[in-house]
């Protein structure tokens, strides 16, 4: 009984650390942006690297949305270095 519920027990370990996902994975899936207008198509705010980051571009319209992956990903389309890629 107590080999078994050990079997069992490890089978189980070995396939939830299997199951979880990759970090490299989950970075690889972030979308690149050629433009700022394709951004802006899924983000009309554009996108932030943190929340506290504040803009100098002046007044816009709509909040970024953030995500540090994505602003990474598309950070050559931060024009003014503020740490809000395509802001509107």
Same mark, same amino acid.
């Given at each position: 009984?107590?080999?078994?519920?050990?079997?069992?027990?490890?089978?189980?370990?070995?396939?939830?650390? *299997?199951?979880?996902?990759?970090?490299?994975?989950? @970075?690889? +899936?972030?979308?690149?942006? !050629?433009?700022?207008? &394709?951004? =802006? $198509?899924?983000?009309?705010?554009?996108?932030?690297?943190?929340? *506290?980051?504040?803009?100098?571009?002046?007044?816009? @319209?709509? +909040?970024?949305?953030?995500? !540090?992956?994505?602003? &990474?990903? =598309? $950070?050559?389309?931060?024009?003014?270095?503020?740490?809000?890629?395509?802001?509107?």
């Amino acid at each position: 009984m107590k080999r078994f519920l050990a079997v069992t027990l490890s089978l189980g370990l070995a396939l939830g650390v *299997s199951a979880a996902p990759d970090s490299a994975d989950a @970075k690889a +899936k972030v979308k690149t942006y !050629k433009n700022c207008t &394709e951004l =802006n $198509k899924d983000y009309k705010g554009g996108v932030a690297k943190s929340s *506290s980051v504040k803009n100098k571009g002046g007044k816009t @319209k709509y +909040k970024p949305h953030v995500s !540090k992956d994505l602003y &990474e990903a =598309n $950070k050559k389309s931060d024009r003014d270095k503020d740490f809000i890629a395509c802001e509107k």
